[in-house]
């Protein structure tokens, strides 16, 4: 093994070994250090507090500036929940995390899947999204789950979300092999169900779908409509309410039953509403701090505009 090599598994074993012993915490004492990671990380470190806000503030222009401050605060102690809680998955049991994490209808997911056919669960980084594998545990044994995932920049890091994300039998897969993944799982007959977090911000210069979300113009990723209709899967929706701290109950609503029979964009324009729905019933569990809306429409369109006139002056030549 080279040098780098063995940095990285050194760093891996070290980094697995805190969140191992952090897991083995009881949930009252993870709270506890949450708490303390709250003050550490708004009042100390700041952490993406200036986008955080200008998150808030474009987002519900109606509401004063003392409103947006304490949905803020909310924002920070509900992200280090999720931290602790996050890490805590490497020890939680199969009962533990029935009780935390409930699914009322898990029943659309079987009946959908009942004839062969794939489900595409669309879903938004909202509650606690990495315990939303365990809907295995709700599923028929023969239907297989997974979860696509962006990889980390940080490869220790990566590694220790591998590990945390194949908890209750889930397949994470890489985003930019899930069409072929997906293909060859049809291919050998296994029923599938999986996770598309469809409400990141894509590339720049997409062939992509605008659309409004949360008062703001907003660029959508259409990877998982175009996938589900090349694939012919059916879509469903994930709303999750959070009841009390470490407790998430998640219900399920069909965006379609066949992803090949609906118009261009229709999919995605469903999965945005769905999940603004979620959002406007209680915003400090969104995740705020992710840079959503870096791209304006006017920018990439006059961009746009100026390559195609580019490529117009090349033609005429």
């Given at each position: 093994?080279d040098d780098?090599g063995s ?10 070994v805190v ?10 004492v ?7 990671l709250?003050?550490?990380?708004y009042h100390l470190?700041r952490?993406?507090?200036?986008l ?6 474009n ?5 004063s500036?003392?409103?947006i ?5 909310k924002?920070?102690h509900h992200?280090?929940?999720?931290f602790v809680?996050?890490?805590?998955t490497?020890?939680?049991?199969d ?14 997911i079987?009946?959908l899947?009942?004839d062969?056919?794939s489900?595409i669960l669309s879903?938004?980084?909202?509650g ?5 594998p365990?809907i ?5 044994p023969e239907?297989k789950q997974?979860?696509v995932?962006?990889e ?6 990566n590694?220790?979300f591998?590990?945390?994300?194949s908890?209750?039998n ?10 072929r993944?997906?293909?060859k799982?049809q291919q ?8 598309f977090?469809?409400?990141q911000?894509p590339p720049?210069y997409p062939?992509q779908?605008?659309?409004t979300f949360?008062?703001?113009d907003?660029?959508?990723?259409t ?10 899967c ?5 709303d999750?309410t ?8 998640g219900?399920f609503f069909?965006i379609?039953p ?9 999919i995605m324009e469903r999965y945005?509403r769905k ?11 969104y ?7 870096k ?7 006059s961009q746009?505009?100026a390559?195609s006139?580019?490529?117009s ?5």
């Amino acid at each position: 093994m080279d040098d780098k090599g063995s940095k990285k598994g050194i760093g891996y074993s070290l980094l697995y070994v805190v969140a191992y012993l952090h897991a083995m915490l009881p949930f009252s004492v993870l709270y506890l250090l949450s708490d303390i990671l709250f003050f550490g990380a708004y009042h100390l470190v700041r952490y993406r507090r200036r986008l955080v806000r200008r998150n808030l503030e474009n987002a519900f222009p109606e509401k004063s500036q003392k409103q947006i401050v304490k949905l803020e605060k909310k924002f920070y102690h509900h992200l280090c929940d999720y931290f602790v809680e996050t890490l805590k998955t490497l020890r939680l049991s199969d009962e533990e995390v029935r009780k935390r994490m409930k699914f009322e209808n898990p029943e659309i997911i079987n009946r959908l899947t009942a004839d062969g056919k794939s489900c595409i669960l669309s879903l938004g980084h909202y509650g606690n999204w990495e315990w939303v594998p365990s809907i295995c545990l709700y599923l028929q044994p023969e239907v297989k789950q997974g979860l696509v995932y962006k990889e980390l920049h940080s490869k220790a890091f990566n590694s220790l979300f591998l590990k945390i994300r194949s908890r209750f039998n889930s397949r994470p897969i890489e985003m930019r092999s899930v069409y072929r993944k997906m293909i060859k799982l049809q291919q050998a007959g296994e029923k599938m169900v999986v996770g598309f977090l469809a409400d990141q911000r894509p590339p720049r210069y997409p062939d992509q779908y605008w659309t409004t979300f949360l008062h703001q113009d907003t660029l959508v990723q259409t990877g998982m409509e175009k996938i589900a209709k090349l694939l012919k899967c059916a879509i469903v929706y994930l709303d999750v309410t959070k009841v009390e701290r470490g407790h998430y109950v998640g219900r399920f609503f069909v965006i379609t039953p066949d992803a090949s029979l609906e118009p261009e964009f229709v999919i995605m324009e469903r999965y945005i509403r769905k999940l603004e729905e979620t959002v406007l019933r209680e915003p400090a569990y969104y995740l705020w701090s992710h840079n959503r809306w870096k791209f304006k429409r006017s920018v990439i369109s006059s961009q746009q505009s100026a390559v195609s006139n580019q490529q117009s002056a090349v033609s005429s030549q």
